[in-house]
């Protein structure tokens, strides 16, 4: 079994872009810009990167565009850092090929979710996993009732850590009640803030990750937040969340693609458009994301994270 636990600030991409009309919704993906973010990101302090997750649009790509994602951030990172490559697929085995790709492409982990358009049975997801584990990388699972309708309860979770290769969790229910639960049923997995507006909150609880989407924006603050949160300096950590946790709600709402991406823009990195189904904000979701952004910078700018 790998002793890789695949833990640290993993940063769940976003993905950049160019205008094409030739490519897919006239938008081609932009690996030189997405390389350069790649770097950016672990040369900023995080541990590393999760290319084709939700907030990468992997589900509105083609499969060579995927392959080739996945790819771009491994070869731009480098050992610089871990690649955690997202393989969510509809069945067992649509996600076990992508495993299976990521092995042959060098990445260090996968970040799977159970069958993604079925609300799949306990039986069934256990067997999806064991399924993309028998690849031999570490295997992230992912809960996110919200997209898949299937609530990966911490019983359920304890059964899928049993499997071998199966070394985290990404808990994204928003309940921060079930960090000590998942240490108590699995003490030997890895329990990892999937949600940036409750992160501070499961560090403390004894998460020892954070897959997380804020880092687009903000990565050496978010590398700051996750070292005060395991150290213990309560006081340092709540200085520096607690201006920061308003924009960090976007990541649970449905617009949290176009909010990360947005947010990018406006720190003067690129965020750019989205593919479809994802549109541009509204008016009243534009101003109100603005507000919660302004909010962050000007605090930043006032306190640089040390």
Known sequence: MTEERLDGVIVATALPYAEDPA???????????????????????????GPNGSLGEYSSLTAEERRAVARTAIEAVGGDGVVVVGVHGVGAHQAREWA?????????GVLCLPPTMYRAGDAEVVHHFEQVAAV???????????????DMRPELVAEIAAIDNVVAVKEFSGDVRRVLELRERAPGLNVVAGADDVALEALLMGATGW????????????????????AGKLEEARALYEPLVAA???????????????????????????????GPLGADALAALEADMRRAIDHLTANPAA
């Open 23 to 49: 490519a897919p919704a006239g938008l081609r993906v932009d690996l030189d810009r997405y390389a350069e973010h790649c770097r950016w990101l672990v040369e900023s302090g995080c541990r590393g990167v």
């Open 211 to 230: 897959f997380a989407g804020f880092p687009n924006v903000f990565p050496a603050e978010s590398a700051r937040l996750y070292e005060l949160a395991l």
């Open 136 to 150: 031999g990388l570490p295997v992230m699972a992912y809960n996110n009732p919200i997209d898949t309708k299937v």
């Open 100 to 108: 299976e790709k990521a092995a042959e492409d060098g990445a260090d």
């Open 248 to 278: 960090f709600r976007w990541d649970s709402r449905t617009e949290f693609v176009q909010a990360i991406k947005y947010g990018m823009d406006m720190v003067g990195r690129y965020g750019g458009p989205c593919r479809p189904p994802r």
